[in-house]
């Protein structure tokens, strides 16, 4: 029997230790706990039972191989159709590669992007794929898995070999506020692609449940705007292992869709989105029909039509908008699936209400991303982000500020700037002697928010504050013409106060 001495930090790394002495049972998506639940037997004939959750933890089974070389064949058990998915697979594809096609001196596993842990040593590891088999049972069902479990008495092939402990690579952390933050736009990708850029950028290094590391963002929101689920736009320029790896294809998100839209819980899960929303508790309650259209049938201003995932619906001017929050969340390998499957959700139920389609806003309490897909994460990044020049033409589609627009003037001593909503309609003008003073009073209001619209804005108010000083004439958008002298009109911009009629405002 294997003790838990000879396990690589079994207090990170969760394992079931069981009575026998050469078989490892390797499960995917499934949870082995309830595995043992239903076929205790498991215990009885095997040595050591754990899961291969992502692609980081190939490196664990290779470290408790090494440990307990007395274990001479594998099982992999990926049954149901979660563990089928690309994400899914993800760690059970390194794991079948590594076996197939050997490991190369650097680490590298051939034909693909994964590079083992630098502590462990590529020959030792050689060893145990040439005397260690490894059995794909993932089309067995789980009460015919027992039968399956059958291997040959043989000696121990090596003596135990303990790698050192895995250090991570040092990751620089930019200085942030940690908590609450925001990033919206029209399409899944756009949005989803500034989410890891911020959680690679500022996200705390911390450990996680299963021993590996994570970079974490807590109360991440993010809003999309425009996408329909049914025609996705997709990033068909990335690498086809990075689209996979991240659910980003056609043929995951329809994958996906099949089992968020069904009210049945494939084998070996505990739970999936859409059984919790279509069968809920004992009675199997459809949250759809029961909560979200019952409430809304009494009232179109509901704020009750709420499902305990926790999913909430609201409308606003005809248009019905979908609220979802995730406790955890694995920004890159399940956050694109989920985000396709809260909008094909959200498009079914306003059809259903016979509202329009409005925003999908996510909140994703712990938006994090493990260890293993720091790599990827950087590369995306730095295509999308450090190594790709922006646009000089502003595209009003895309990049306009969702809470309007400023019109600056330089009139009576003064700078002022009008603010309006998208419609043209003037919401309110304020005024100052100096650029600072005026950054100082939009900031303090919070009248804008985009970030590139902000810095514009300020821009602009350099320029003006340069022309007031200098008796220069001044235009928006304009250069500045240092001949020109300024031939101002009084402005008829009143202030708050002035306008408040002495009603105590000020």
Same mark, same amino acid.
């Given at each position: %029997?294997?003790?838990?001495?000879?396990?690589?930090?079994?207090?990170?790394?969760?394992?079931?230790?069981?009575?026998?002495?050469?078989? #490892?049972?390797?499960?995917?998506?499934?949870?082995?706990?309830?595995?043992?639940?239903?076929?205790?037997?498991?215990?009885?004939?095997?040595?050591?039972?754990?899961?291969?959750? @992502?692609?980081?933890?190939?490196?664990?089974?290779?470290?408790?191989?090494?440990?307990?070389?007395?274990?001479?064949?594998?099982?992999?058990?990926?049954?149901?159709?979660?563990?089928?998915?690309?994400? !899914?697979?993800?760690?059970?594809?390194?794991?079948?590669?590594?076996?197939?096609?050997?490991?190369? *001196?650097?680490?590298?596993?051939?034909?693909?992007?994964?590079?083992?842990?630098?502590?462990?040593? $590529?020959?030792?590891?050689?060893?145990?794929?040439?005397? $260690?088999?490894? $059995?794909?049972?993932?089309?067995?069902? &789980?009460?015919? +898995?027992?039968?399956?479990?059958?291997?040959?008495?043989?000696?121990?092939?090596?003596?135990?070999?303990?790698?050192? *402990?895995?250090?991570?690579?040092?990751?620089?952390?930019?200085? @942030?506020?940690?908590?609450?933050? &925001?990033?919206? !736009?029209?399409?899944?990708?756009?949005?989803?692609?500034?989410?890891?850029?911020?959680?690679?950028?500022?996200?705390?290094?911390?450990?996680?449940?299963?021993?590996?590391?994570?970079?974490?963002?807590?109360?991440? @929101?993010? +809003?999309?705007?425009?996408?329909?689920?049914?025609?996705?736009?997709?990033?068909?320029?990335?690498?086809?292992?990075?689209?996979?790896?991240?659910?980003?294809?056609?043929?995951?998100?329809?994958?996906?869709?099949?089992?968020?839209?069904?009210?049945? %819980?494939?084998?070996?899960?505990?739970?999936?989105?859409?059984?919790?929303? %279509?069968?809920?508790?004992?009675?199997?309650?459809?949250?759809?029909?029961?909560?979200?259209?019952?409430?809304?049938?009494?009232?179109?201003?509901?704020?009750?039509?709420?499902?305990?995932?926790?999913?909430?619906?609201?409308?606003?001017?005809?248009?019905?908008?979908?609220?979802?929050?995730?406790?955890?969340?694995?920004?890159?390998?399940?956050?694109?699936?989920?985000?396709?499957?809260?909008?094909?959700?959200?498009?079914?139920?306003?059809?259903?209400?016979?509202?329009?389609?409005?925003?999908?806003?996510? $909140?994703?309490?712990?938006?994090?991303?493990?260890?293993?897909?720091?790599?990827?994460?950087?590369? &995306?990044?730095?295509?999308?982000?450090?190594?790709?020049?922006?646009?000089?033409?502003?595209?009003?589609?895309?990049?306009? *500020?969702?809470?309007?627009?400023?019109?600056?003037?330089?009139?009576? #001593?003064?700078?002022? +700037?009008?603010?309006?909503?998208? *419609?043209?309609?003037?919401?309110?003008?304020?005024? !100052?002697?100096?650029?600072?003073?005026?950054?100082?009073?939009? #900031?303090?209001?919070?009248?804008?928010?985009?970030?590139?619209?902000? &810095?514009?804005?300020?821009?602009?108010?350099?320029?003006?504050?340069?022309?007031?000083?200098?008796?220069?004439?001044?235009?928006?958008?304009?250069?500045?013409?240092?001949?020109?002298?300024?031939?101002?009109?009084? @402005?008829?911009?009143?202030?708050?106060?002035?306008?408040?009629? #002495?009603?105590?405002?000020?």
């Amino acid at each position: %029997m294997i003790s838990e001495q000879s396990l690589y930090q079994p207090d990170k790394f969760k394992v079931h230790l069981g009575k026998g002495d050469h078989i #490892g049972f390797c499960t995917f998506w499934n949870e082995p706990e309830k595995a043992i639940a239903l076929a205790p037997e498991l215990l009885e004939k095997c040595a050591i039972i754990g899961t291969l959750y @992502s692609r980081q933890g190939v490196n664990i089974i290779l470290r408790n191989l090494a440990l307990n070389p007395h274990i001479r064949v594998v099982f992999a058990w990926g049954y149901g159709e979660l563990s089928q998915t690309k994400f !899914g697979t993800a760690g059970r594809d390194i794991l079948f590669a590594l076996w197939e096609r050997g490991v190369n *001196d650097d680490g590298s596993i051939p034909n693909t992007n994964f590079l083992l842990e630098k502590e462990l040593d $590529v020959t030792v590891v050689r060893d145990i794929i040439k005397h $260690v088999q490894l $059995v794909d049972i993932s089309e067995v069902p &789980l009460d015919k +898995v027992l039968t399956q479990l059958q291997v040959q008495e043989s000696d121990v092939y090596m003596e135990p070999v303990r790698f050192a *402990d895995a250090i991570p690579t040092a990751v620089e952390r930019f200085q @942030s506020e940690n908590v609450g933050w &925001l990033a919206r !736009g029209k399409k899944v990708i756009d949005v989803w692609t500034r989410v890891v850029q911020r959680v690679m950028l500022y996200g705390a290094i911390k450990g996680t449940q299963y021993g590996s590391k994570q970079k974490e963002l807590m109360g991440f @929101s993010w +809003v999309i705007d425009d996408e329909d689920p049914d025609n996705p736009v997709l990033p068909d320029e990335w690498p086809q292992d990075l689209r996979e790896v991240t659910g980003a294809t056609q043929d995951a998100i329809e994958q996906y869709f099949k089992v968020f839209l069904s009210k049945e %819980m494939p084998a070996g899960v505990q739970y999936t989105y859409g059984n919790r929303l %279509m069968c809920w508790g004992p009675n199997c309650l459809d949250q759809i029909t029961d909560s979200i259209e019952r409430n809304f049938t009494l009232s179109p201003d509901t704020r009750r039509a709420v499902m305990t995932t926790l999913i909430q619906f609201l409308q606003t001017d005809g248009k019905l908008h979908m609220l979802s929050t995730f406790r955890s969340h694995d920004i890159f390998k399940a956050a694109i699936p989920n985000a396709f499957g809260l909008r094909k959700l959200q498009k079914e139920v306003s059809k259903r209400l016979g509202f329009d389609m409005g925003a999908l806003h996510i $909140v994703s309490n712990s938006a994090h991303l493990y260890e293993a897909d720091w790599a990827n994460a950087k590369k &995306l990044i730095a295509c999308a982000f450090t190594e790709r020049d922006p646009s000089l033409v502003f595209d009003a589609e895309t990049e306009g *500020d969702p809470r309007g627009n400023a019109r600056i003037e330089v009139a009576n #001593g003064k700078i002022h +700037v009008t603010v309006m909503g998208v *419609d043209g309609i003037e919401l309110i003008q304020l005024g !100052g002697a100096s650029a600072h003073e005026v950054v100082r009073k939009l #900031g303090q209001m919070d009248l804008f928010a985009d970030a590139t619209h902000m &810095l514009y804005i300020g821009t602009e108010l350099e320029k003006a504050d340069f022309a007031l000083k200098n008796g220069l004439a001044y235009t928006q958008d304009k250069p500045l013409d240092l001949n020109k002298k300024a031939t101002y009109e009084k @402005s008829s911009e009143k202030s708050i106060c002035e306008s408040s009629e #002495g009603s105590g405002l000020c």
